[in-house]
T-cell receptor, first 110, second 111 residues
Framework: RKEVEQDPGPFNVPEGATVAFNCTYS??????FFWYRQDCRKEPKLLMS?????NEDGRFTAQLNRASQYISLLIRDSKLSDSATYLC???????????WGAGTKLIIKP | DAGITQSPRHKVTETGTPVTLRCHQT?????MYWYRQDPGHGLRLIHY???????DKGEVSDGYSVSRSKTEDFLLTLESATSSQTSVYFC??????????FGPGTRLTVL
């Protein structure tokens, strides 16, 4: 079993729709969690950290469920510019111990 | 975003040749990382550095070495490139927190 698992997609979603991704992790000692966005042939960029109480940044909402060991990302009112691959990242301890999911590809269609 | 540059951005080389990739940062971040990214895999850590001359191995370190002689520079060397090392290589840095910031990547093809 991979340490961090994501549905690779692609998710094909019409513009304006709401889309949600889940990511599961295997290490119960995981300490912090992130969502990154990666555009085609570009570097990953931090989208948002995921806090225990859940957090929102504009159209994006992240949730953490420690009991079931998953995190989620919800995108409301999706835009064409949201098309990208979304990477789930888990920190299992220390600055270097980030475990990366393989990503979920999202395609927003007009 | 952190000021992180990588050079070269693209490289084609032949099996058995040595290759050095450079990462340069202007953010004075303590931690620096080298990853490779391949289809179907998450980013995989090759080596990381927690200070000048302080480095350690990551998940996929075989065939790679690193050096960090200055805070701002982190070099990745493939001693004798193999076709399995064809990949996209990303450098990243982090400061106090565990959030990492990435350079633009180097596309390496080993023929």
């Amino acid at each position: 079993r991979k340490e961090v698992e994501q549905d690779p997609g692609p998710f094909n979603v019409p513009e304006g729709a709401t889309v949600a991704f889940n990511c599961t992790y295997s290490n119960s000692a995981s300490q912090s969690f992130f969502w990154y966005r990666q555009d085609c042939r570009k570097e990953p960029k931090l989208l948002m950290s995921v806090y225990s109480s859940g957090n929102e940044d504009g159209r994006f909402t992240a949730q953490l469920n420690r009991a079931s060991q998953y995190i989620s990302l919800l995108i409301r009112d999706s835009k064409l510019s949201d098309s990208a691959t979304y990477l789930c990242v888990v920190n299992i301890g220390g600055n270097y111990q980030l475990i990366w999911g393989a990503g979920t590809k999202l395609i927003i269609k007009p | 975003d952190a000021g992180i540059t990588q050079s070269p951005r693209h490289k084609v080389t032949e099996t058995g040749t040595p290759v050095t990739l450079r990462c340069h940062q202007t953010e004075n971040h303590r931690y620096m990382y080298w990853y490779r990214q391949d289809p179907g895999h998450g980013l995989r850590l090759i080596h990381y550095s927690y200070g000048v001359k302080d480095t350690d191995k990551g998940e996929v370190s075989d065939g790679y070495s690193v050096s960090r002689s200055k805070t701002e520079d982190f070099l990745l060397t493939l001693e004798s490139a193999t076709s399995s090392q064809t990949s996209v290589y990303f450098c990243a840095t982090s400061g106090q927190g565990s959030e990492q910031f990435f350079g633009p990547g180097t596309r390496l093809t080993v023929l």
